[in-house]
């Protein structure tokens, strides 16, 4: 008597010696074909994550946010700011819990490289609005109480009256 699962196992096993084997027999063209299909898009994405410090933005350190030359400018605006000896860059711009924080990380780290490899974004830098509903909830996390009893009746928007308060000109 055999097990299910097992059954697909050994097909699943046969399939990638297939893979392997036929391979092996590509042509030239082939061998060219598989390598750009296959091996080049996960080269490219690991050498340009090292390349470009990647792993720098998994941390808590404002100087990572200064790899690319054009935050330069909001990160000497961020040690002018009152905000520096309390917050970094990640107090004001992710969302509270690991998995947001990361996955908020992981777009605007995918959008900022399209950006700024490509060239094709608005200078001076503006912030999107997910961005702003990011930060706007973190004045609130920090200063919700001192503004509760000014704005009650209307939605806050602290980046409206507020917007360089963490990266002063």
Known sequence: MHV???????????????????????????????????????????????YSKGYSYLSDDPKACVNCHVMQDHFYGFEKSSHHNVANCNSCHTPDGFIKKYASKAINGWNHGVAFTTGNYPWPLKITQYNKDITNRACLKCHGELIGHKHSKVETNCIHC????????
Do not use: C, Q, R
């Open 4 to 50: 299910l699962g097992l059954d697909y196992l050994k097909l699943f096993d046969l399939k990638i010696k297939n893979v392997f084997l036929s391979i092996s027999a590509l042509s030239t063209f082939g061998t060219v074909i598989w390598f750009f299909a296959i091996v080049a898009p996960p080269s490219f994405v690991v050498s340009t994550f090292i």
């Open 162 to 169: 507020h917007s360089e308060v963490g990266h002063m000109k």
